[in-house]
Protein backbone atom coordinates (compact mmCIF):
# COMPACT_ATOMS: atom_id res chain seq x y z
CA UNK A 1 0.00 0.00 0.00
CA UNK A 2 1.25 3.50 -0.88
CA UNK A 3 2.24 5.62 1.85
CA UNK A 4 1.45 9.58 1.74
CA UNK A 5 4.49 10.60 0.88
CA UNK A 6 4.13 8.18 -2.12
CA UNK A 7 0.76 8.87 -2.98
CA UNK A 8 0.37 12.65 -2.85
CA UNK A 9 3.11 13.31 -5.63
CA UNK A 10 1.22 10.03 -7.90
CA UNK A 11 -2.28 12.25 -7.05
CA UNK A 12 -0.43 15.53 -8.10
CA UNK A 13 0.39 14.11 -11.49
CA UNK A 14 -2.99 12.25 -12.17
CA UNK A 15 -5.06 14.29 -11.19
CA UNK A 16 -4.14 18.54 -10.78
CA UNK A 17 -4.75 18.86 -13.99
CA UNK A 18 -7.69 17.28 -14.18
CA UNK A 19 -9.31 19.48 -11.50
CA UNK A 20 -7.79 22.57 -13.11
CA UNK A 21 -9.17 22.04 -16.14
CA UNK A 22 -12.37 21.58 -14.82
CA UNK A 23 -12.30 25.19 -12.35
CA UNK A 24 -10.78 26.87 -15.53
CA UNK A 25 -13.19 25.98 -17.60
CA UNK A 26 -15.66 27.66 -15.02
CA UNK A 27 -13.57 30.25 -14.31
CA UNK A 28 -12.31 31.39 -17.66
CA UNK A 29 -8.44 32.32 -18.56
CA UNK A 30 -9.52 35.67 -16.60
CA UNK A 31 -9.19 34.15 -13.46
CA UNK A 32 -7.07 30.79 -14.64
CA UNK A 33 -4.27 31.29 -11.85
CA UNK A 34 -7.33 31.20 -9.08
CA UNK A 35 -7.79 27.75 -10.30
CA UNK A 36 -4.29 26.90 -10.15
CA UNK A 37 -4.48 28.03 -5.88
CA UNK A 38 -7.40 26.47 -5.34
CA UNK A 39 -5.88 23.25 -6.67
CA UNK A 40 -2.86 24.10 -4.92
CA UNK A 41 -4.43 24.96 -1.85
CA UNK A 42 -6.12 21.38 -2.03
CA UNK A 43 -3.04 19.49 -2.25
CA UNK A 44 -1.75 21.29 0.83
CA UNK A 45 -4.43 20.40 2.64
CA UNK A 46 -4.52 17.08 2.09
CA UNK A 47 -0.35 16.76 2.87
CA UNK A 48 -1.13 18.35 6.20
CA UNK A 49 -4.46 16.05 6.97
CA UNK A 50 -3.17 12.41 5.70
CA UNK A 51 0.18 13.25 7.46
CA UNK A 52 -2.27 13.70 10.61
CA UNK A 53 -4.57 11.64 10.96
CA UNK A 54 -3.93 8.83 8.03
CA UNK A 55 -4.92 8.52 3.80
CA UNK A 56 -8.58 8.74 3.41
CA UNK A 57 -10.38 6.37 2.12
CA UNK A 58 -10.73 7.27 -1.34
CA UNK A 59 -8.23 10.33 -1.93
CA UNK A 60 -8.60 11.00 -5.06
CA UNK A 61 -12.67 11.30 -4.45
CA UNK A 62 -11.19 13.22 -1.13
CA UNK A 63 -9.33 15.93 -3.36
CA UNK A 64 -12.23 16.48 -5.70
CA UNK A 65 -14.48 17.08 -2.64
CA UNK A 66 -12.29 20.03 -1.10
CA UNK A 67 -11.72 21.44 -4.53
CA UNK A 68 -15.12 21.51 -5.18
CA UNK A 69 -15.79 23.26 -1.79
CA UNK A 70 -12.90 25.59 -2.05
CA UNK A 71 -14.15 26.96 -5.40
CA UNK A 72 -17.81 27.26 -4.28
CA UNK A 73 -16.38 29.03 -1.03
CA UNK A 74 -14.53 31.57 -2.87
CA UNK A 75 -17.33 32.10 -5.52
CA UNK A 76 -19.34 32.88 -2.22
CA UNK A 77 -16.83 35.50 -0.52
CA UNK A 78 -15.09 37.20 -3.75
CA UNK A 79 -18.17 39.19 -5.12
CA UNK A 80 -15.92 40.60 -7.65
CA UNK A 81 -15.39 37.56 -8.89
CA UNK A 82 -18.38 36.33 -8.03
CA UNK A 83 -19.96 38.65 -10.86
CA UNK A 84 -17.47 37.96 -13.62
CA UNK A 85 -18.41 34.01 -13.29
CA UNK A 86 -22.26 35.02 -13.12
CA UNK A 87 -22.32 36.56 -16.43
CA UNK A 88 -20.44 33.85 -17.91
CA UNK A 89 -23.08 31.27 -16.99
CA UNK A 90 -25.74 33.36 -17.07
CA UNK A 91 -26.88 33.54 -13.70
CA UNK A 92 -26.75 36.53 -11.06
CA UNK A 93 -24.29 36.63 -8.60
CA UNK A 94 -26.61 35.23 -5.77
CA UNK A 95 -26.55 32.24 -7.75
CA UNK A 96 -23.26 31.87 -8.53
CA UNK A 97 -21.70 29.93 -5.86
CA UNK A 98 -24.44 27.13 -5.97
CA UNK A 99 -22.96 26.51 -9.57
CA UNK A 100 -22.47 22.67 -9.18
CA UNK A 101 -19.21 21.81 -9.81
CA UNK A 102 -19.07 18.49 -12.24
CA UNK A 103 -15.78 16.44 -11.35
CA UNK A 104 -17.11 13.54 -13.89
CA UNK A 105 -14.50 11.70 -15.50
CA UNK A 106 -17.15 13.25 -18.75
CA UNK A 107 -16.60 16.50 -17.47
CA UNK A 108 -12.94 15.90 -16.64
CA UNK A 109 -12.37 14.56 -20.17
CA UNK A 110 -14.48 17.49 -22.15
CA UNK A 111 -12.65 20.02 -19.82
CA UNK A 112 -9.56 18.93 -20.86
CA UNK A 113 -10.43 19.19 -24.34
CA UNK A 114 -11.92 22.30 -24.11
CA UNK A 115 -8.65 23.42 -22.53
CA UNK A 116 -5.98 22.05 -24.98
CA UNK A 117 -8.06 23.59 -27.44
CA UNK A 118 -8.43 27.20 -25.83
CA UNK A 119 -4.49 26.68 -25.12
CA UNK A 120 -3.17 25.49 -28.70
CA UNK A 121 -4.04 29.27 -30.10
CA UNK A 122 -1.64 30.20 -32.92
CA UNK A 123 -2.15 33.53 -31.42
CA UNK A 124 0.38 32.82 -28.98
CA UNK A 125 4.03 31.07 -29.79
CA UNK A 126 4.42 27.53 -30.77
CA UNK A 127 6.74 27.36 -27.07
CA UNK A 128 4.06 29.45 -25.40
CA UNK A 129 1.62 26.49 -25.99
CA UNK A 130 4.12 23.64 -25.13
CA UNK A 131 4.50 25.73 -21.72
CA UNK A 132 1.03 26.02 -20.59
CA UNK A 133 0.15 22.34 -22.12
CA UNK A 134 2.79 21.67 -19.34
CA UNK A 135 1.65 23.57 -16.43
CA UNK A 136 -2.25 23.44 -16.70
CA UNK A 137 -3.03 20.20 -18.72
CA UNK A 138 -0.10 17.88 -16.94
CA UNK A 139 0.58 19.66 -13.87
CA UNK A 140 4.17 20.26 -14.57
CA UNK A 141 5.88 22.50 -12.10
CA UNK A 142 7.79 25.63 -13.41
CA UNK A 143 11.14 23.68 -12.20
CA UNK A 144 10.00 20.78 -14.24
CA UNK A 145 9.34 22.98 -17.50
CA UNK A 146 12.29 24.91 -17.09
CA UNK A 147 14.62 21.69 -17.02
CA UNK A 148 12.30 20.37 -19.98
CA UNK A 149 13.52 23.64 -22.09
CA UNK A 150 16.66 23.51 -20.81
CA UNK A 151 16.03 27.49 -19.72
CA UNK A 152 15.48 28.86 -15.86
CA UNK A 153 11.90 29.37 -14.13
CA UNK A 154 12.28 33.37 -14.95
CA UNK A 155 12.18 32.71 -18.47
CA UNK A 156 9.23 30.41 -17.89
CA UNK A 157 7.59 32.70 -15.84
CA UNK A 158 7.67 35.40 -18.12
CA UNK A 159 6.78 33.12 -20.98
CA UNK A 160 3.52 31.69 -19.24
CA UNK A 161 2.70 35.08 -18.06
CA UNK A 162 2.69 36.64 -21.21
CA UNK A 163 0.44 33.93 -22.95
CA UNK A 164 -1.78 33.96 -20.08
CA UNK A 165 -2.09 37.67 -20.90
CA UNK A 166 -3.05 37.47 -24.46
CA UNK A 167 -5.35 34.95 -24.26
CA UNK A 168 -7.48 37.01 -21.77
CA UNK A 169 -6.63 40.27 -23.87
CA UNK A 170 -8.10 38.30 -26.68
CA UNK A 171 -11.00 37.05 -24.65
CA UNK A 172 -9.83 33.63 -25.75
CA UNK A 173 -12.72 31.41 -24.42
CA UNK A 174 -12.52 27.54 -22.74
CA UNK A 175 -14.77 25.95 -25.44
CA UNK A 176 -14.84 23.77 -28.60
CA UNK A 177 -14.43 25.79 -31.36
CA UNK A 178 -16.97 26.11 -34.08
CA UNK A 179 -17.22 23.65 -36.59
CA UNK A 180 -15.56 25.44 -39.54
CA UNK A 181 -12.64 26.48 -37.23
CA UNK A 182 -11.93 23.50 -35.54
CA UNK A 183 -10.04 21.63 -38.28
CA UNK A 184 -7.64 24.69 -38.47
CA UNK A 185 -7.01 24.45 -34.65
CA UNK A 186 -6.68 20.73 -34.83
CA UNK A 187 -3.83 21.42 -36.97
CA UNK A 188 -2.50 23.57 -34.02
CA UNK A 189 -3.11 21.25 -31.28
CA UNK A 190 -1.68 18.39 -33.16
CA UNK A 191 1.67 20.26 -33.90
CA UNK A 192 1.67 21.27 -30.19
CA UNK A 193 1.35 17.62 -28.76
CA UNK A 194 4.07 16.34 -31.51
CA UNK A 195 6.44 18.62 -30.27
CA UNK A 196 5.45 18.42 -26.96
CA UNK A 197 6.22 14.69 -27.40
CA UNK A 198 9.57 15.40 -28.90
CA UNK A 199 10.43 17.69 -26.12
CA UNK A 200 10.71 14.27 -23.91
CA UNK A 201 11.69 11.72 -26.73
CA UNK A 202 14.70 14.12 -28.35
CA UNK A 203 15.20 16.13 -24.79
CA UNK A 204 18.45 16.94 -24.33
CA UNK A 205 17.86 17.22 -20.28
CA UNK A 206 19.56 14.67 -17.92
CA UNK A 207 16.69 14.08 -16.04
CA UNK A 208 15.13 10.71 -17.62
CA UNK A 209 11.97 10.08 -15.54
CA UNK A 210 11.14 13.83 -16.48
CA UNK A 211 11.40 13.10 -20.43
CA UNK A 212 9.81 9.84 -20.30
CA UNK A 213 6.71 12.19 -18.43
CA UNK A 214 6.83 14.51 -21.15
CA UNK A 215 6.07 11.53 -23.60
CA UNK A 216 3.70 9.41 -21.39
CA UNK A 217 1.38 13.39 -20.97
CA UNK A 218 1.66 13.71 -25.08
CA UNK A 219 0.11 10.63 -25.81
CA UNK A 220 -2.31 10.67 -22.79
CA UNK A 221 -3.55 14.46 -23.97
CA UNK A 222 -3.49 12.79 -28.27
CA UNK A 223 -5.95 9.98 -26.43
CA UNK A 224 -8.09 12.13 -25.36
CA UNK A 225 -9.00 13.71 -28.85
CA UNK A 226 -9.63 9.75 -29.88
CA UNK A 227 -12.65 10.09 -27.48
CA UNK A 228 -14.52 13.00 -29.05
CA UNK A 229 -16.41 12.11 -32.25
CA UNK A 230 -15.26 15.62 -33.78
CA UNK A 231 -11.55 15.20 -33.15
CA UNK A 232 -11.25 11.62 -33.83
CA UNK A 233 -9.63 11.92 -37.00
CA UNK A 234 -7.24 9.89 -39.03
CA UNK A 235 -4.34 12.50 -38.10
CA UNK A 236 -4.91 11.95 -34.29
CA UNK A 237 -4.62 7.84 -34.63
CA UNK A 238 -1.38 8.73 -36.91
CA UNK A 239 0.01 10.64 -34.43
CA UNK A 240 -0.29 8.16 -31.55
CA UNK A 241 0.33 5.34 -33.52
CA UNK A 242 3.75 7.40 -33.87
CA UNK A 243 4.28 8.29 -30.58
CA UNK A 244 3.02 4.46 -29.84
CA UNK A 245 6.17 3.43 -32.12
CA UNK A 246 8.73 6.26 -30.82
CA UNK A 247 7.62 5.15 -26.99
CA UNK A 248 8.08 1.26 -27.63
CA UNK A 249 12.24 1.84 -28.41
CA UNK A 250 12.08 4.45 -25.25
CA UNK A 251 14.32 1.90 -22.74
CA UNK A 252 16.38 1.10 -25.33
CA UNK A 253 17.65 4.33 -26.74
CA UNK A 254 19.44 5.70 -23.54
CA UNK A 255 22.21 4.48 -21.41
CA UNK A 256 22.60 3.87 -18.05
CA UNK A 257 24.55 7.39 -17.68
CA UNK A 258 21.62 9.09 -19.88
CA UNK A 259 24.02 8.63 -23.23
CA UNK A 260 22.59 8.37 -26.82
CA UNK A 261 22.50 4.60 -27.73
CA UNK A 262 22.54 4.73 -31.51
CA UNK A 263 19.64 2.21 -33.57
CA UNK A 264 21.90 0.11 -34.65
CA UNK A 265 23.33 -0.57 -30.97
CA UNK A 266 20.13 -0.67 -29.17
CA UNK A 267 19.18 -3.54 -26.83
CA UNK A 268 15.75 -4.75 -28.94
CA UNK A 269 15.08 -7.18 -26.05
CA UNK A 270 13.84 -3.85 -24.68
CA UNK A 271 11.52 -2.83 -27.25
CA UNK A 272 8.14 -2.97 -25.60
CA UNK A 273 5.97 -4.96 -27.94
CA UNK A 274 2.76 -3.99 -26.15
CA UNK A 275 3.16 -0.33 -27.64
CA UNK A 276 4.29 -1.89 -30.95
CA UNK A 277 1.04 -3.90 -31.00
CA UNK A 278 -1.17 -0.55 -29.76
CA UNK A 279 0.57 1.67 -32.55
CA UNK A 280 -0.32 -0.68 -34.96
CA UNK A 281 -3.76 -0.46 -34.38
CA UNK A 282 -3.60 3.12 -34.61
CA UNK A 283 -1.88 3.35 -38.18
CA UNK A 284 -4.29 0.70 -39.23
CA UNK A 285 -7.34 2.89 -37.89
CA UNK A 286 -5.14 6.00 -39.37
CA UNK A 287 -5.49 4.81 -42.83
CA UNK A 288 -9.40 5.21 -43.06
CA UNK A 289 -10.65 8.52 -45.46
CA UNK A 290 -8.51 10.43 -47.42
CA UNK A 291 -6.38 12.76 -45.05
CA UNK A 292 -2.30 11.75 -45.54
CA UNK A 293 -0.27 13.68 -43.46
CA UNK A 294 3.37 13.68 -42.33
CA UNK A 295 2.12 11.71 -39.43
CA UNK A 296 1.10 8.96 -41.42
CA UNK A 297 4.37 9.08 -43.10
CA UNK A 298 6.30 9.02 -40.00
CA UNK A 299 4.54 6.81 -38.58
CA UNK A 300 5.16 4.21 -40.76
CA UNK A 301 9.19 5.50 -40.83
CA UNK A 302 8.67 4.64 -37.06
CA UNK A 303 6.70 1.28 -37.42
CA UNK A 304 9.62 -0.15 -39.78
CA UNK A 305 11.92 1.09 -37.35
CA UNK A 306 10.35 -1.39 -34.86
CA UNK A 307 10.93 -4.47 -37.10
CA UNK A 308 14.18 -5.95 -35.69
CA UNK A 309 15.11 -8.06 -38.65
CA UNK A 310 17.88 -5.76 -40.63
CA UNK A 311 16.36 -6.50 -44.27
CA UNK A 312 16.85 -4.60 -47.49
CA UNK A 313 12.94 -4.68 -47.76
CA UNK A 314 12.71 -2.52 -44.65
CA UNK A 315 15.77 0.05 -45.40
CA UNK A 316 14.28 0.53 -48.81
CA UNK A 317 10.88 1.10 -47.57
CA UNK A 318 12.08 3.59 -44.96
CA UNK A 319 14.04 5.55 -47.83
CA UNK A 320 10.94 5.81 -50.25
CA UNK A 321 9.01 7.17 -47.08
CA UNK A 322 12.01 9.73 -46.23
CA UNK A 323 11.72 10.93 -49.61
CA UNK A 324 8.09 11.29 -49.18
CA UNK A 325 8.34 12.78 -45.61
CA UNK A 326 10.50 15.40 -46.90
CA UNK A 327 8.09 16.33 -50.12
CA UNK A 328 5.57 16.89 -47.66
CA UNK A 329 7.19 18.66 -45.20
CA UNK A 330 11.23 19.58 -45.53
CA UNK A 331 13.55 19.70 -42.34
CA UNK A 332 16.82 19.01 -42.04
CA UNK A 333 16.68 16.69 -39.19
CA UNK A 334 14.63 13.90 -41.85
CA UNK A 335 17.26 15.06 -44.47
CA UNK A 336 19.87 13.94 -42.06
CA UNK A 337 18.11 10.82 -41.32
CA UNK A 338 17.35 9.76 -44.35
CA UNK A 339 21.11 9.61 -45.62
CA UNK A 340 21.38 7.13 -42.64
CA UNK A 341 18.83 5.17 -44.35
CA UNK A 342 20.44 5.70 -47.50
CA UNK A 343 23.76 4.23 -46.66
CA UNK A 344 21.52 1.10 -45.48
CA UNK A 345 19.65 0.65 -48.55
CA UNK A 346 22.63 1.89 -51.10
CA UNK A 347 25.70 1.98 -49.41
CA UNK A 348 27.93 4.77 -47.39
CA UNK A 349 29.42 5.95 -50.36
CA UNK A 350 26.13 7.26 -51.58
CA UNK A 351 24.72 8.41 -47.90
CA UNK A 352 28.06 10.37 -47.76
CA UNK A 353 27.41 12.17 -50.92
CA UNK A 354 23.84 13.35 -49.93
CA UNK A 355 24.54 14.17 -46.42
CA UNK A 356 27.42 16.94 -47.18
CA UNK A 357 24.89 18.36 -49.48
CA UNK A 358 22.80 19.38 -46.24
CA UNK A 359 25.78 21.50 -44.72
CA UNK A 360 24.89 21.31 -40.98
CA UNK A 361 28.37 22.07 -39.71
CA UNK A 362 26.49 23.54 -36.23
CA UNK A 363 24.77 20.06 -35.50
CA UNK A 364 26.59 17.87 -33.88
CA UNK A 365 24.45 14.62 -34.94
CA UNK A 366 25.26 15.12 -38.40
CA UNK A 367 29.35 15.36 -37.43
CA UNK A 368 28.34 11.94 -35.82
CA UNK A 369 26.40 10.35 -38.81
CA UNK A 370 29.44 11.52 -40.88
CA UNK A 371 31.51 10.10 -38.63
CA UNK A 372 30.09 6.55 -39.17
CA UNK A 373 29.76 7.03 -43.09
CA UNK A 374 33.40 7.52 -43.18
CA UNK A 375 34.39 4.60 -41.28
CA UNK A 376 36.50 2.22 -43.19
CA UNK A 377 36.13 4.80 -46.29
CA UNK A 378 38.45 7.19 -44.92
CA UNK A 379 39.22 7.02 -40.92
CA UNK A 380 40.82 10.33 -41.16
CA UNK A 381 37.66 12.10 -42.10
CA UNK A 382 35.88 9.92 -39.56
CA UNK A 383 38.15 11.05 -36.82
CA UNK A 384 37.35 14.47 -37.89
CA UNK A 385 33.99 14.65 -37.96
CA UNK A 386 33.79 12.90 -34.50
CA UNK A 387 36.53 15.39 -32.72
CA UNK A 388 33.83 18.22 -34.15
CA UNK A 389 30.99 16.43 -33.00
CA UNK A 390 32.88 16.22 -29.56
CA UNK A 391 33.79 20.17 -29.97
CA UNK A 392 29.92 21.10 -30.56
CA UNK A 393 27.99 18.13 -28.08
CA UNK A 394 26.32 20.08 -24.87
CA UNK A 395 25.49 17.24 -22.62
CA UNK A 396 27.78 15.70 -20.67
CA UNK A 397 26.13 12.21 -21.73
CA UNK A 398 26.43 12.91 -25.63
CA UNK A 399 29.96 13.81 -24.83
CA UNK A 400 31.20 10.58 -22.63
CA UNK A 401 29.24 8.85 -25.93
CA UNK A 402 31.35 10.31 -28.63
CA UNK A 403 34.56 9.67 -26.72
CA UNK A 404 33.85 6.21 -27.06
CA UNK A 405 33.09 6.49 -30.53
CA UNK A 406 36.66 7.96 -30.83
CA UNK A 407 38.19 5.29 -28.95
CA UNK A 408 36.18 2.39 -30.48
CA UNK A 409 37.42 3.67 -34.03
CA UNK A 410 40.94 4.14 -32.92
CA UNK A 411 40.68 0.48 -31.98
CA UNK A 412 39.33 -0.36 -35.54
CA UNK A 413 42.11 1.72 -36.88
CA UNK A 414 44.44 -0.17 -35.34
CA UNK A 415 43.55 -3.51 -35.74
CA UNK A 416 43.28 -2.44 -39.94
CA UNK A 417 46.39 -1.01 -40.41
Keep these: METEEQLIPHLFRTEYS ?23 DTFMLAAETWGQKGLPANPAAWLYTVAKNKAKDHLKRNTIFNNKVAVT ?15 SGKNIAD ?47 KRLFRAKEKLRHEHVKI ?24 EGYYSRSQNISLRKDLCLEAMR ?41 LYGEQDTSLWDKELIARGQQ ?47 EYSPIAALNRTYALSKAINKESAIIEAEKLKLDDNHLYHCLLGYLYTDIDDGSALNHFEKALKLAKTKPDKKQIKLYIKQLAEHTAKTN
Excluded at 18 to 38: Q, S
Excluded at 176 to 194: C, F, G, I, K, S
Aim: proline share 3%; charged share 15%; hydrophobic share 45%.
Design 89 to 103: LQQNAAEAYETEIDL
Design 282 to 328: YLNKASTGVQFTKYHVEAAIAFWHTQKVDSQQKWESILQLYNTLLIL
Design 18 to 40: KIVAVLGRLFGFEHIETAEDIVS
Design 111 to 157: SQLQMMFAICNPIIPTEAQIGLSLRILCGFGIEEIADAFLTNKETIN
Design 175 to 198: EMPATVELNNRLDTVLTTLYLLFN
Design 221 to 261: LTYLLTGNAVTVQPPVYALLALMCFHASRFEARTGQQGESI
